[in-house]
């Protein structure tokens, strides 16, 4: 039983150590992170209710490693949203689909009269590897 509670622990321990193998890291990813809201160049009013989505891919269909999608204010670089907390999604599909709804409003950083960037980063295992980087810009009146 001892031997077998051992080989359980190590094949677990080798699992969880290959979880992001490096099966795809010699690939090509050709990723691509397609921003389907805001809209480029969308105008909003303070109180109004911001739906980010973003279509993070691999056209090759290999792993999307790790993403990231931030919000600055255009004019002094001030970020007011930078999710998702962990950008390891590991997504093996070769598709990822980040959506939230976040209200625009100064408790969480949007002012009347300023300019926005959303900026989204989608990366390979290492950090850099394959980086793609797609904006828009968007506006609080």
């Not at 007011?80 to 950008?87: E, I, L, M």
């Amino acid at each position: 039983m001892k031997y077998l509670l051992g080989l359980i622990t190590i094949f677990s321990t080798v699992l969880f150590l290959n979880s992001c193998s490096d099966d795809d890291h010699d690939s090509t990813f050709d990723y691509h992170a397609h921003i389907h809201h805001p809209h480029a160049n969308a105008s909003f009013q303070i109180g109004d209710s911001l739906l980010i989505e973003v279509e993070f891919e691999s056209h090759t269909n290999n792993t999307v490693h790790h993403v990231n999608v931030k919000i600055a204010d255009e004019s002094n670089g001030t970020v007011v949203y930078d999710k998702p907390q962990d950008a390891h999604v590991h997504e093996t599909s070769g598709k990822y689909v980040y959506e939230d709804v976040i209200l625009m409003g100064a408790q969480n950083g949007f002012q009347t009269g300023k300019t926005y960037k959303l900026t989204a980063k989608v990366w390979g295992h290492d950090a850099g590897e394959e980086e793609v980087i797609s904006t828009v810009v968007f506006s609080v009146k």
